[in-house]
């Protein structure tokens, strides 16, 4: 897609991501009409809406970098340069998160999230750690970790991204439901609520996103803790024009509950 104009609050009028459809997704056409009784008007649209979200494909492979930026609740600063990756095959897709560090010693350090999404199945988790001691919480153990869909609480590296926050775990979640329709950032957007019906402790209760109406993207994202109480925000923040087109440049998750947030920059280049 190419794009002529920008909106008032600096979000394109249609952007597409370098790196993942699974951060700020495109739409996707051809969702079969749902027919029940059961459902109220707003979570059948809720239910249609979040299919088409977690349903949406990337159009081929890339590769992008960049860097991750976690400032802490105690305004402590680290860095991590960021590969992101997306391969695709003709039966599912794969999004790769990996990040490195060389500390003063030269010993590098890092964290691997392959997360594989197939239609119609819930998304499966590869998760690689090899860390150093260091002054920032991190994914304890070492080697390799695989789930699917349950253990998806783990920060990456030890930032505010969780591994749901990259997969988008929560539009799997079954209760889904448009709230109403409302302009942020000078955008209009459908408001769809996604519910856990069965939180953790220490995960996410509901999420709450500001979904573009013409794009899909995401515009504003808000994330309950299991007592209800907002835990997380997070918003694209600024995009590029690459040939012809705009894409993410950057984004940020902020927990404000302590604090600390967690910001990826990326190296947009032509191509």
């Keep these: ?24 997704l495109f739409f996707a056409v051809g969702v079969t009409a749902e027919t029940t009784n059961d459902l109220s008007d707003a979570k059948i649209q ?25 400032r802490d609740a105690k305004g402590n600063r680290m860095e991590f ?21 060389t500390n003063s010693n030269g010993f590098a350090s ?31 153990g070492m080697g390799e970790m695989k789930w699917s869909g349950t253990q998806w609480t783990h920060p990456f590296p030890g930032g505010d991204f969780w591994a749901v926050d990259l997969g988008l775990e929560f539009f799997h979640w079954p209760e889904q439901k448009i709230l109403k329709s409302e302009m942020r950032r000078s955008r209009p ?20 996103s500001w979904i573009d ?5 995401i515009v504003h994202a808000e994330a309950y803790d299991a007592n209800g109480k907002l835990l997380k925000e997070f918003d694209p923040k600024s995009f590029k024009k690459v040939n012809g087109q705009w894409e ?24």
């Design 81 to 101: 340069s960021l590969t992101c990756e997306i391969i695709t095959t003709p039966t599912n897709w794969m999004s790769i998160y990996e990040t490195a560090k």
């Design 46 to 70: 809720g239910r249609h809406l979040a299919r088409q979200l977690y349903e949406a494909r990337p159009a081929g492979n890339f590769t992008n970098t960049g860097v991750m930026i976690i």
């Design 213 to 217: 109406n013409e794009s899909n993207g």
């Design 110 to 140: 890092g964290t691997r999230l392959k997360i594989v999404h197939t239609d119609n199945q819930s998304d499966h988790y590869t998760w690689n750690n090899s860390y150093s001691a260091d002054s920032f919480p991190v994914a304890s």
């Design 248 to 271: 993410l440049q950057d984004m940020e998750i902020r927990n404000v509950q302590t604090g600390s947030r967690t910001r990826l920059e990326f190296d947009l280049k032509a191509h």
């Design 1 to 24: 897609m190419k794009f002529t104009s920008q909106g008032r609050a600096g979000v394109p009028t249609k952007f597409v991501l370098p790196f993942s459809a699974a951060l700020v």
């Design 189 to 208: 957007c459908q408001v769809l609520e996604s519910t856990n019906p069965n939180p953790s402790t220490n995960g996410y209760s509901r999420v709450v």
